[in-house]
């Protein structure tokens, strides 16, 4: 006789109900849908209401013994879809509260309800001759396992004969199910990856049968969305994709069909190629996801999914997308862990188009010829914040930070809808634009540990170092950059340059030529050009971007610095006018704004005051952003301006008070610069204290380093009289011509020195760098208060 079933009960929280016999949760009576691992989650907090429940319980829960899971990833993505399906909040929980560095402790009532005790159906004894008539069906009727005690004892038999070989055949066919499914779950676990993590998958266009040409670029961005916030698999760059194609003859943003798409797998030593297709059947849109081996042609791995609407096609892309990456071999706590579907990005497909053709165009005509489909990409989806955080970029890039800072704070509010590695470069473009370096490298950091085949971080931290004068770490992450996408211009141009700061100059210069041997441009190369006095090869540079938005007026103000740092000033002022005109004309005026008050400066430091306080009042009227108003403040402070350059401090502190580039280098400078001019050699000296650790930086917003905190402590040491002291400074800056290059500073630490060692009585030494300097500025202007005071100062020498 069977032994009664076990009553079970549904486990009751508020409008919840959970029933552990079928794996259901409801709310007010409709069922939810919530992952098996989440729901075990869920049970085992109900079960332990009002107690800790620690992390290792929950990892023993979930995955037993299994040492092949990211427990600590895993619980956390459990314990949010539990939250997310609850409606829970973590900072103001009112079912499930984080107990730090422990655990977690469910804190809402909870109550037990039987349910329904389980139905089973037995036949009744046929009655006699049954059998023996084909038309009579046998009856049977449900019964509770509470009534099988009313069956009388003599039909019991009866009940048990007539059972017995279907509960035989019902326990074989049981048996065999187990095994089978024991079978699978083992060859499932011990199978073969299609895919490694080191495997590059080159991804090609979709092909478009709808009719629709929205699908041709949305799609692909979409996908590449999707794939992107796999830490497993690693897609080939866009710009190695179009590097490839150039060298296979074709042109850089031609699209990739399955038959290139194969071509391009052989020379980049890619394992798969990943091919979409959409096509639709009445109102009916159908999505393939096909993923082929390079080298054999074989099928990998196969998606479809369908909608009923072109409004769901995204929806159905996303569900392929998850299913596919597990098919190719990723784990499923990782497929779990980061899978936001596409449509938090953004559910415009007109918005993912113009996406996709800003980073085509980018790609080949640059930042500023790219911006116009990234502003219309936000003109589809207003809250697209990816392309927000795309224009912040793009703004930095062209020395627009005010611009950049609106637009990665805008990117920054909407980061919770996006994917993880989204998130993580919205919230690197927010803290760059902030000038927080301290939030920005731990960001990167993170982004360096979850997606180690990518090379942003990497760059980005290269650039961090640099900014604060650590050149040796710089290079290390420069390295890594160039090495994981060697075909991304800026981590080229950025490793050419850190070993230029670095006075490595061959090696600045072999990467330049192997960069040029890909067709990718190299900045560092017009200042090598300048540091080997090879003014053809300067002009040339200039010239070969004449009339590229964006990228001429930088180098025009270069050339401006170049003319200013031999004393040519009238020419300076003109490659500096060239550069502003250059700049409004592309739409950049805080970028024009930075060329103008970059020449002011020099002129302040010339001896100049009229024409420094009318550049800097110019700038501040054409742009009054950050970095116009930091150089502004250094030049007003030069030329006694005191009073202004303080109402500008004050700005800087209340605008911008985290950052850090402001609070450890340019408000020390700017504050003794002020020291400086109002005679107190002491009271400079105790502001640079704090920049002394980043004397060597490279601080935006100038393209080279200015030295200002060595060359102004060397000035402080001069107004005190201590020869010794203010040489070793000036010699500091003549010893790294790759950080300052053609700053001024470069040329005016010649006399500085001559200054100091005429000080110490070292006539001899003295003379020799007045005529260094004399020599730099043998063609310059007449009638320049500083050469004209060079010149004096020397012919007093004995």
């Known amino acids: 006789m069977a032994s009664p079933a076990q009553p079970s009960s549904a486990i009751r929280f508020g409008e919840f109900e959970l029933n552990a016999a079928n794996g259901e949760l409801r709310k007010a009576g409709l069922p939810l849908k919530i992952h098996p691992q989440p729901f075990r989650v869920l049970l085992l907090l109900t079960e332990r209401a009002g107690q800790v429940v620690t992390r290792q319980e929950l990892q023993r829960h979930i995955w037993g013994n299994n040492t092949f899971v990211d427990f600590e990833g895993g619980i956390n993505f459990c314990v949010r879809q539990v939250r997310d399906t609850l409606g829970d909040d973590a900072d103001k929980p009112r079912y499930i509260e984080t107990i730090p560095r422990r655990g977690y402790r469910f804190i809402a009532p909870v109550s037990h309800t039987n349910l329904r005790e389980h139905v089973i159906s037995f036949p009744l004894a046929p009655a006699p001759g049954d059998p023996e008539h084909p038309s009579a069906k046998p009856a049977t009727e449900s019964l509770s396992s509470r009534d099988i005690h009313a069956v009388p004892s003599a039909a019991l038999p009866a009940l048990q004969t007539a059972w017995k070989p279907k509960l035989m055949r019902a326990a074989i066919v049981a048996l065999f199910s187990v095994a089978l499914l024991t079978t699978s779950a083992y060859l499932y676990l011990h199978r073969s990856p299609k895919l490694t993590e080191k495997d590059t998958v080159v991804l090609a266009d979709f ?93 990998l791995a196969k998606e479809q999914a369908e ?83 795309a224009l912040a970029r793009r703004y930095n890039n062209l020395d627009q930070p005010s611009l950049a800072l609106a637009n990665a704070t805008k990117a920054y509010q909407l980061r919770d809808r996006v994917t993880e590695p989204e998130k993580l470069a919205i919230s690197a473009a927010y803290f760059r634009a902030r000038g927080d370096l301290e939030s920005l490298d731990q960001t990167l950091e993170v982004w360096k540990a979850n997606y180690p085949h990518q090379a942003g971080p990497h760059g980005r931290l290269c650039v961090n170092y640099g900014f604060i004068g ?24 950025n490793l050419a340059g850190t070993y230029l700061n670095l006075n490595r100059f061959e090696e600045s210069r072999r990467t330049c030529n192997q960069s040029l041997s890909r067709k990718l441009p190299c900045p560092a190369l017009y200042y090598l050009a300048f540091l080997r006095g090879d003014s053809a090869e300067m002009a040339e540079q200039v010239s070969s971007v004449t009339g590229i938005p964006g990228i001429e007026d930088s180098l025009l103000s270069a050339q ?39 020449a002011a400066l020099r002129e302040a430091e010339f001896g100049h005051v009229r024409e420094a306080k009318q550049g800097v009042e110019e700038a501040l009227k054409l742009a009054p952003g950050r970095d116009v108003k930091v150089l502004g403040a250094i030049a007003l402070a030069r030329i006694g301006e005191t009073a202004q350059t303080r109402e500008l401090i004050k700005q800087l502190e209340q605008s911008y008070p985290s950052n850090t580039l402001l609070k450890i280098y340019w408000l020390p400078v700017i504050n003794a610069a002020i020291e400086l001019r109002e005679g107190s050699s002491s009271k400079a000296l105790a502001s640079l204290e ?14 080279t380093g200015t030295l200002y905190p060595v060359y102004l402590r060397g000035q402080a040491y001069l107004l005190a ?50 005529q260094d300097f004399l020599t730099l500025w043998k063609d310059a202007d007449p009638n320049i208060p500083l050469h004209l005071a060079a010149k004096s100062e020397s012919a007093r020498l004995p």
């Open 690 to 703: 704090q920049a002394a650790p980043y004397d060597l930086a490279q601080p935006s917003p100038n393209d």
């Open 207 to 299: 092909s478009n049968s709808t009719g629709d040409p929205v699908f041709d670029d949305a799609l692909k961005q979409a996908l590449t969305v999707e794939l992107g916030q796999s830490p497993f698999l690693h897609l080939l760059p866009d710009k190695k994709t179009n590097e490839t194609l150039r060298m296979m003859g074709h042109t850089a943003g031609d699209r990739v069909t399955p038959d290139v798409g194969r071509e391009i797998c052989l020379p980049t030593g890619s394992k798969a190629l990943l091919v979409g297709a959409i096509s639709s059947i009445g109102s009916l849109y159908v999505v393939d996801l096909t993923a082929v081996a390079c080298s054999t042609g074989d099928i």
């Open 470 to 493: 650590q050149f040796e770490k710089a290079l290390a992450e420069c390295l890594e950059a160039a090495q994981l996408d060697p075909d991304d211009a800026i981590n080229v141009a």
């Open 307 to 389: 909608a009923v609407r072109k409004e769901d096609v995204l929806k159905a892309l996303s569900r392929a997308a998850s299913s596919f990456r597990a098919k190719l071999g990723e784990s499923l706590p990782s497929v779990q862990k980061f899978d936001v579907p596409i449509q938090a990005t953004t559910t415009s497909l007109e918005a993912l188009q113009n996406y996709n053709m800003a980073a085509r165009v980018g790609a080949v005509e640059g930042d500023a010829a790219s911006m116009p489909f990234v502003e219309r990409a936000l003109e589809y989806d207003p809250n697209f914040a990816m392309a927000y955080a």
């Open 560 to 598: 401006s610095d170049s003319e200013a740092y031999f004393g040519r000033v009238h020419q300076a002022r003109d490659f500096s006018r060239r550069a502003v005109d250059s700049a409004v004309r592309a739409g950049l005026p805080e970028t024009a704004a930075l060329w103008q008050v970059k």
């Open 721 to 770: 009289r201590n020869g010794p002291a203010a040489a070793a400074e000036f010699q500091k800056v003549l010893d790294h011509p790759g950080i300052v290059a053609n700053f001024c500073t470069g040329a005016l630490a010649h006399l500085q020195l001559a200054r100091a060692q005429a000080l110490t009585g070292n006539t001899a030494q003295a003379k020799n760098s007045y």
